[in-house]
Structures are given as C-alpha cells and as structure tokens.
C-alpha cells in the first residue's frame, strides 16, 4: 500500500451522486436500497471508475494489494455497514476482484472500545504509519492495531504470491535503478518510467524511504543501488 491523493469532483457528478444518497436516505437507508441505487448508477460508476483509475498507483493496479489490475469500485467503509454512504466519493476506492470479493467483502473491523475503523485507507492517511514493509522478504510487519487488521484483512502475508512478488519487485527495483543510472540519457526517462509504473509499489516506497536511513539503506541496497537511487531523487521529482 502507498499514500494516494483523491481529486476533487467535478460538481456535476457531485450533485449527482448527492441526489443518489438523497434518494436512498427517503426510501428508508439499508442494504437493500443502498445496493440497488448503486447497481443501477452505471453511467457514475462508470465516471468514478475513471478517476479511480486514474489516481491508483502503477498502471491501474489494486490499492490494497497493489499487484493485479484494479477492475473493481470497493466501498471502504460496505454498504451493508454504511448505505448513506453508497455513493460518498471519499468512501471509494479501486480493488482487484480477489481482494474487494474474497478478501474484503463486507469486512471493516472496528476497535471494540473506540469503534474506531481498522483498516488504513490510502487516500486518507500513509500506510507506512501502520505497516513496515521488510525488502528482503517481502513480508509487512504491522506497527499499529490498524497495520495488524489491514495486513489480515487483505491477506498481505497470507497470500504467498504477494510475498514472492514483492521480494522479486525489490529485485527488479535495484537492477532498474542501476540501469538507469548507467543508461544514456535518451534512455533513462524510459526506466525511470519503468520503475513509476511497476506492479508492487510499495516496494519502490519502501525503497526510497531508505534515503533517510543512510546506514540501513547501504546495508540493504548496496553502495551502487544506494548510489543510484540518490541520483534519481536529485533528478526527478518524482522519486522524492
């Protein structure tokens, strides 16, 4: 997971999905009504998919697993659990089919003393608060109550092939980073472009957060990668 930024709506589609919570809220506000307004809003969910897709991280991938294409609108906090808050823009958010339907589905843990929610939501907060990515397994540690529930939720250590693909993803960071380093320039924009857009994410934030560790950062990426990545940073802003 990494931090995301939400864009604003245009007020169109504001007022539109404003008119949606109206309606449910005057047909009584439960599961049912809730399901079946959304169900019927294809052309908004359609113009939601849009900007969903267009700030996930990568080329369009999942926000919580942050591995396969994110082809579903989830509702953070379900319907089930929230109808009113059915078509809230801030309560959306792009998943693949196995995390919103087989991991997810209408779970959304609370603190049973607070019933404060328990899962990180990227568009909201930096996951980083929460959770530690280690490179060289590919396993998170949680750091917070709400670290521990979003990694069992979502299976993040469960899921072997997430594991196995983020320690392969720290693999193609570092020789990328190299590449690039050692590329001619009408080159390195393209491996630069390359690592922007990589499956796994989180491993290239977890990896440039390491510029402000330098003694660990040289331990885990080695002199040249470390090398490397400061360069990058100096020259694109995007890898600040």
Same mark, same amino acid.
């Given at each position: 997971?990494?931090?995301?930024?939400?864009?604003?709506?245009?007020?169109?589609?504001?007022?539109?999905?404003?008119?949606?919570?109206?309606?449910?809220?005057?047909?009584?506000?439960?599961?049912?009504?809730?399901?079946?307004?959304?169900?019927?809003?294809?052309?908004?969910?359609?113009?939601?998919?849009? =900007?969903?897709?267009? =700030?996930?991280?990568?080329?369009?991938?999942? =926000?919580?697993?942050?591995?396969?294409?994110?082809?579903?609108?989830?509702?953070?906090?379900?319907?089930?659990?929230?109808?009113?808050?059915?078509?809230?823009?801030?309560?959306?958010?792009?998943?693949?089919?196995?995390?919103?339907?087989?991991?997810?589905?209408?779970?959304?843990?609370?603190?049973?003393?607070?019933?404060?929610?328990?899962?990180?939501?990227?568009?909201?907060?930096?996951?980083?608060?929460?959770?530690?990515?280690?490179?060289?397994?590919?396993?998170?540690?949680?750091?917070?109550?709400?670290?521990?529930?979003?990694?069992?939720?979502?299976?993040?250590n469960a899921r072997a092939e997430?594991?196995?693909?983020?320690?392969? =993803?720290?693999?193609?960071?570092?020789?990328?980073?190299?590449?690039?380093?050692?590329?001619?320039?009408?080159?390195?924009?393209?491996?630069?472009?390359?690592?922007? %857009?990589?499956?796994?994410?989180?491993?290239?934030?977890?990896?440039?957060?390491?510029?402000?560790?330098?003694?660990?950062?040289?331990?885990?990426?080695?002199?040249?990668?470390? %090398?490397?990545?400061?360069?990058?940073?100096?020259?694109?802003?995007?890898?600040?």
């Amino acid at each position: 997971m990494i931090p995301l930024q939400r864009p604003r709506l245009q007020p169109h589609l504001a007022a539109e999905l404003a008119r949606h919570t109206a309606a449910i809220r005057t047909a009584g506000p439960n599961t049912a009504t809730g399901r079946a307004a959304w169900h019927k809003a294809v052309r908004q969910k359609a113009q939601l998919r849009l =900007m969903l897709r267009q =700030m996930a991280p990568g080329l369009e991938r999942c =926000m919580y697993c942050g591995d396969n294409l994110g082809t579903d609108i989830d509702h953070f906090e379900p319907i089930a659990q929230a109808p009113l808050r059915t078509f809230d823009w801030q309560n959306h958010l792009l998943a693949c089919a196995h995390c919103n339907s087989n991991q997810k589905r209408d779970r959304f843990p609370r603190d049973p003393d607070t019933g404060e929610q328990l899962l990180v939501d990227p568009s909201r907060e930096d996951p980083a608060d929460h959770l530690r990515l280690y490179l060289a397994s590919g396993d998170y540690d949680p750091l917070t109550p709400k670290g521990a529930a979003t990694i069992e939720v979502f299976g993040l250590n469960a899921r072997a092939e997430l594991v196995r693909g983020r320690r392969m =993803m720290f693999t193609v960071v570092k020789a990328l980073l190299l590449t690039w380093h050692e590329a001619a320039p009408a080159d390195a924009d393209e491996y630069a472009e390359a690592l922007r %857009l990589l499956h796994h994410a989180d491993v290239l934030r977890a990896v440039l957060r390491l510029r402000g560790l330098p003694v660990l950062a040289e331990a885990v990426l080695g002199p040249d990668v470390l %090398l490397a990545l400061h360069q990058l940073a100096r020259t694109d802003r995007r890898f600040r």
